[in-house]
């Protein structure tokens, strides 16, 4: 049984894991100032970004759902991975050879079951791509030949040749070391009457990839007449591979989508590969199924797209009528980007694979650059389907465009659409047209709703999570003069939690220049999973100064907290003296009214102070 990591190689392992390299694996990083960067979390759904990270302690943070950790959490939640097998596979993309306490280097094989799986692909993967040269595979290669592609082609992109045999891989992977079981929970093998038996036979086979490069499925197209299955089979979801949210050539794609702002959505694999070798490089495909609402998070991961409307998703579609349904629904999910969408329609219906063998690349090029916004492909589809010839067809048209205009989150836009549809219907009435988009649009449709305004933040709350942005970011800026401050100075309950970790950890005086030494005693300290989160939440969130004026920022901050201890004290006293006679009373009323001045002072002093921020 496999012993416990040393703590001196998880170490190790953060220290050579980036973990802005890591997290940018899996979705686009944009820099948000201060040392910080910023994208979409991939943990949950949202319009705009609110997933940070900060290199500087290894730390990342969503202010959206409240997730947050380092490195190796990252890659337990993103690959629902244990602790040990997150470091595990961190190592193995570092080069570490990690030892264990209780028994010594433990081998790739004892590794855990997602890595094992990933492992059992890889080899699988290989197995195909070196099939792909048997004489076996000669229908393989002339299918790849007609469609244009060499063999460095079919090698760029791995593509294989399953051998028309029931266990050929199944005898390959299990010589291998991998066992019948972890072959069929993969999706490899299924359950023969003597034994396991390949998936696919005589087929050729292209590995699908997830957004890091690691092989979790494969889609094999049929290439024999006695094959009586599909034409396309895939691999069927395993706790590796989910089609509703797999992307084919995403790991290709990814980098050219994220500097591109575009993705570009084809029909196969054989059209990916077509679009990548034309020129087009941010092509994918969906595998096996259409696509959805888990393809749109993949892709927004690296679009990053934000309300300027700045990327574009392109949808090619067969220019047949089950194409122009495709878009249709395409059209449905397309309130879920917040991207420019279009549709690239071949009048000829050709898809990209097959124009390139026909036309060559820079047909496949001018194919993506004469794209058709979505609206306006969605709005004339519909309205081809009545006779526009008579009144009746018109208003039927209209009706049935209503919705769709009504949806269109953009005002301006959505205006533009709506006197578009009166020129295509031929009414020549704009305002009638308006008119009618109104009464059945937000009958069928509705309107999208404003979010809600966020309620202002106090500005009391504010200095206290600025003070303790600082303590935990910054703590030698503070030093002993935040440990000396009032237990009462914070009122927020989560404030009062933080400030007891801190005290609890040595509080700042202790934690030198902070760094994720800190971060880690703090994180120590926590009590439990809910004082994690704010510590971490605390150590990602920006600062709001400039690095050059932190200094002269974390004085003012601490002498805007100890204004607010004063003014308390100021209100304690003026209702002591309020209870006083000064007649009776006179020595103690003197007394407080020293106090009282003497406060006043205080407060102006430290008010003073505040202001310099």
């Known amino acids: 049984m496999a012993g416990r990591i040393r703590d001196v190689d998880i170490a190790l392992v953060r220290e050579r894991s980036p973990i802005a390299e890591v997290i940018g694996e899996h979705i686009q990083l944009r820099n948000a100032g201060g040392g910080n960067l910023k994208g979409l979390c991939p943990f949950h759904d949202e319009k705009t970004p609110s997933f940070n990270v900060t290199p500087e302690r290894g730390m990342y943070f969503c202010f959206g759902c409240s997730e947050g950790g380092d490195v190796i959490t990252f890659v337990e939640r993103i690959e629902h991975l244990t602790f040990g097998e997150a470091v595990e596979r961190l190592a193995q993309r570092a080069g570490i050879q990690l030892q264990y306490e209780q028994g010594g280097y433990v081998p790739r094989r004892d590794h855990g079951e997602r890595a094992r799986l990933i492992e059992a692909h890889r080899a699988a993967a290989e197995f195909y791509a070196a099939k792909l040269m048997s004489p076996d595979a000669a229908p393989g290669r002339r299918f790849l030949s007609e469609r244009g592609f060499e063999r460095a082609d079919a090698e760029a992109f791995g593509v294989g040749y399953a051998p028309a045999e029931w266990e050929a891989l199944a005898r390959h992977l299990m010589g291998r070391g991998f066992t019948a079981e972890e072959l069929i929970k993969g ?3 299924r359950e023969g009457r ?16 997830d957004a890091t490069g690691d092989v979790i499925g494969f889609g094999a197209r049929k290439l024999l007449d006695s094959d009586d299955g599909p034409k396309y089979l895939n691999t ?5 591979y989910k089609k509703s949210q797999v992307l084919y050539g995403i790991d290709l794609a990814k980098r050219e989508i994220s500097k591109r702002s575009q993705a570009v959505i084809v029909e196969g694999y054989t059209d990916v590969m077509a679009c990548h070798l034309a020129g087009v490089p941010t ?8 696509f959805g609402e888990e393809h749109i998070k993949v892709l927004r991961r690296f679009l990053l797209d934000q309300a300027e409307f700045r990327g574009e998703v392109i949808f090619t579609f067969d220019g047949d009528a089950a194409g122009q349904k495709a878009a249709l629904r395409a059209f449905a999910d397309e309130q879920k980007f917040v991207t420019q969408t279009y549709v690239a329609v071949q009048p000829d219906g050709l898809d990209p694979c097959d ?3 026909k ?3 820079a047909a496949v090029r001018d194919l993506i650059a004469g794209r058709e916004p979505l609206f306006q492909f969605a709005i004339r589809s519909t309205i081809a389907r009545y006779d526009l010839r008579s009144n009746e067809g018109k208003i039927a048209a209209l009706d049935a465009a209503a919705p769709i205009v009504a949806g269109i989150k953009d005002p301006g836009l959505r205006k533009r659409y709506a006197i578009d549809l009166d020129r295509w219907l031929g009414f020549m009435d704009e305002r009638f047209v308006m008119q009618r988009i109104a009464e059945v649009g937000n009958a069928q449709a509705g309107r999208p709703q404003r979010a809600p305004r966020p309620a202002p933040v106090d500005p009391h709350t504010r200095v206290e999570a600025e003070l303790l942005k600082l303590a935990v970011q910054r703590p030698a800026l503070l030093g002993p003069r935040f440990d000396a401050l009032d237990p009462q100075a914070f009122t927020v309950a989560d404030h009062v939690t933080l400030r007891q ?6 509080g700042t005086a202790t934690a030198g220049h902070g760094g994720r030494g800190w971060v880690d005693r703090l994180l120590e300290q926590a009590p439990d999973e809910a004082a994690r989160v704010l510590v971490t939440r605390f150590a990602v969130e920006a600062i709001q100064a400039d690095a050059h004026v932190e200094e002269r920022y974390g004085a003012a901050m601490l002498a805007a907290i100890e204004a607010i201890a004063v003014d308390r004290a100021i209100a304690q006293v003026k209702s002591r003296i309020q209870r006083l006679n000064p007649v009776d009373e006179q020595q103690e009323y003197n007394k407080l009214f020293g106090e009282l001045v003497a406060l006043e002072q205080q407060r102006r002093v430290l008010r003073e102070r505040a202001a310099g921020s």
Do not use: E, K, M, N
């Open 501 to 506: 970790v801190i005290a609890a950890a040595g």
């Open 283 to 290: 092509a994918v495909a969906t595998c096996g199924t259409s």
């Open 236 to 240: 069927p979801d395993s706790p590796l």
């Open 359 to 361: 036309q060559g690349d």
């Open 187 to 189: 999706g490899l093998v």
């Open 194 to 209: 003597r034994g396991p038996i390949d998936r696919f036979r005589g087929r050729l086979v292209w590995p699908i990839r």
């Open 355 to 357: 124009l390139r063998v």
